[in-house]
């Protein structure tokens, strides 16, 4: 293949994180380079939990020295180092937008992620270079998505309903927020250059790398924010990493991937870890359809499908459908850590504990 890729650290490997080292001939781009400590029901003990951390960590900071470009899709710390700055330096970072389409929690780590950018490669403030506030109209959000915002979900409709427009005054009361914080431009200084990139396309000699808009982290109107989806293209050849689609839970998103048909496609699972606190039977459902539907539909030769999943150890139980489909068809999905040969860490404590 003319497009490479290597997972570089994944849940399945002891540390939440979704960093992947993908290239081609033309540029090597390192997407979400974020490690994060398992959460405390994760079958391992705090040491080991810790030791995986800081070995995804590492990962993380050798892959960067191969990197041409650092792709951010949002600002939780799985996704994205907010203090160690020597992983942007010599980069193209292209960043989620902090300024819109963004929550109240993702705007604060912005402000201060790009603080410490302008202090350590500009060496000032960020404070002296922001932007006075622009306001503009934003459209509903589920315009954007019409086969989730008119499916027919039988008796929960009525809840259903109930949700969609609780998460649409939440909705506005961001865009409130939007228009009236400072904007945070895009930067350039010697040694970094910052682009906020959705809805945008660039080229690296024959390759392209296509972004999409910003999308819900997961269910509608989601309190977690949003993300964008990375495209990489390459002589015909396409890799999608979705980052935090959860699923994807939405409909429309897995009509995009389907319409992409990608080679490869590296997607995040839904979170049945928090099964009925973040992640109702209804949404899971919903992420095993979509999921089914991509295996069925598209010609993708392989899936690593990770991230959120393997953070409980029935998660194959907890989605049979995808990976029974996935033999049926002949589609090869797999974890990122049998991709690299490896045991899921979240087995192998299972296992050790008689648990699984």
């Not at 979704?18 to 959460?39: N, R, Y």
């Not at 792709?71 to 819109?100: C, F, Q, R, W």
């Not at 780590?109 to 503009?136: M, Q």
């Amino acid at each position: 293949m003319g497009i490479s890729f290597r997972p570089v650290w994944f849940d399945s490997l002891g540390a939440k994180s979704s960093c992947t080292l993908i290239s081609t001939p033309d540029v090597t781009v390192l997407i979400d380079p974020g490690v994060a400590i398992m959460q405390p029901s994760f079958p391992a003990s705090d040491v080991e939990k810790l030791r995986w951390k800081d070995l995804g960590r590492r990962a993380i900071e050798m892959a960067s020295t191969e990197a041409d470009v650092v792709v951010i899709s949002h600002y939780h710390y799985d996704h994205y180092s907010p203090t160690n700055m020597d992983l942007y330096k010599g980069k193209i970072v292209l960043a989620k937008n902090p300024n819109e389409y963004i929550n109240e929690s993702q705007r604060k780590r912005a402000e201060e992620f790009y603080s410490r950018i302008c202090e350590h490669f500009g060496e000032v403030k960020l404070e002296s270079i922001l932007k006075a506030p622009k306001v503009r109209d934003y459209p509903n959000p589920l315009e954007e998505i019409p086969i989730a915002r008119d499916k027919d979900f039988g008796d929960y409709n009525k809840r259903r309903k109930e949700l969609l427009e609780k998460g649409l005054k939440l909705f506005k009361k961001r865009v409130e927020m939007w228009n009236s914080l400072p904007k945070i431009p895009e930067l350039e200084f010697d040694a970094i250059k910052v682009i906020y990139p959705e809805g945008r396309e660039f080229s690296f000699g024959r390759t392209k790398l296509r972004f999409t808009r910003p999308l819900f982290h997961g269910i509608e109107f989601s309190t977690l924010g949003w993300v964008f989806s990375t495209v990489i293209e390459y002589e015909g050849e396409k890799l999608i990493h979705s980052s935090d689609l959860n699923g994807p839970i939405i409909e429309d998103y897995a009509e995009w991937v389907i319409r992409e048909d990608p080679d490869v496609l590296i997607l995040d699972g839904p979170m049945t870890y928090m099964f009925g606190y973040l992640l109702s039977r209804t949404n899971l459902n919903r992420a095993i359809k979509n999921v089914v539907r991509i295996i069925e539909e598209s010609d993708v030769k392989l899936i690593i499908y990770d991230h959120h999943l393997l953070r409980e150890a029935k998660f194959r139980k907890n989605t049979k459908e995808i990976w029974d489909t996935a033999r049926r068809c002949g589609k090869r999905v797999v974890t990122a850590a049998e991709f690299l040969g490896k045991t899921p860490k979240v087995l192998e404590c299972s296992i050790k504990k008689g648990e699984r």
